[in-house]
Structures are given as C-alpha cells and as structure tokens.
Nanobody
C-alpha cells in the first residue's frame, strides 16, 4: 500500500508562491496517476491538478491554469504543485491523492489513496 504525506503549506501574501510536495512511501506509485485537490472551509473538495503516471500528461482546473504547475520526480517518489500568483480564494487544505482507477483524472472517486492534507492560507 502507498502512503502519501504532503508538506509545503503555509501562510503567504496574495501574489506570493508556495510549492507543495507529496512524498509517497511503501509500494511504488510509478503506475499511478497523481492528483491535487483542495477543500476550503464550508466547501466541497475540488480538483486542482493531476499528472499521468508517465508524467507526459497534465490536467488543471481553470482557476489553476497559468498559475499552478504539477510535476513529478519518480526517483524521489514525490509529486509537486508549484503555485504562483496566489489569491485569497486559493486558501484551503490541499490534498494529494493517487489515482488507482481507470476513471478520469478530474473525478475525486478516481483516487483511492489520500494524504492527510496541508493548509495553505493566502492573505490579502
């Protein structure tokens, strides 16, 4: 089984940047697509970005396009989410997840292994 641990969250001013990391341990996740989701207070968890197991294909929600970049380092078993030009509406708990099904990358139900989350707070 794969365990996922996120890190890199914190408090940043609007316009600033953060890089989230998701380290996988246990069984290799080389055959899994990986995704980032977020959940703001009082809202449902939503898709942010994903990357195919090969690293060739990436997927983003509209609000992340042009500002966020997902990448992976298989040698380190780590997936990253570089977030630039952060906005207060990006404030949320960010979760990484492993996609273990054949469903599409945008669906939460496609992912069955989740990390514990890391808080990102963007002040105005």
């Amino acid at each position: 089984q794969v365990q996922l641990v996120e890190s890199g969250g914190g408090l940043v001013q609007a316009g600033g940047s953060l890089r989230l990391s998701c380290a996988a341990s246990g069984r290799t996740f080389s055959n899994y697509g990986m995704g980032w989701f977020r959940q703001a207070p009082g809202k449902e968890r939503e898709f942010v970005a994903a990357i195919s197991w090969s690293g060739v294909n990436t997927y983003y929600t509209d609000s992340a396009k042009g500002r966020f970049t997902i990448s992976g380092d298989k040698a380190k078993n780590t997936v990253y989410l570089q977030m630039n030009n952060l906005k207060p509406e990006d404030t949320a708990v960010y979760y990484c997840a492993a996609k273990t099904t054949l469903r599409n990358y945008y669906q939460e139900t496609s992912y069955t292994i989740w990390g514990q989350g890391t808080q990102v707070t963007v002040s105005s």
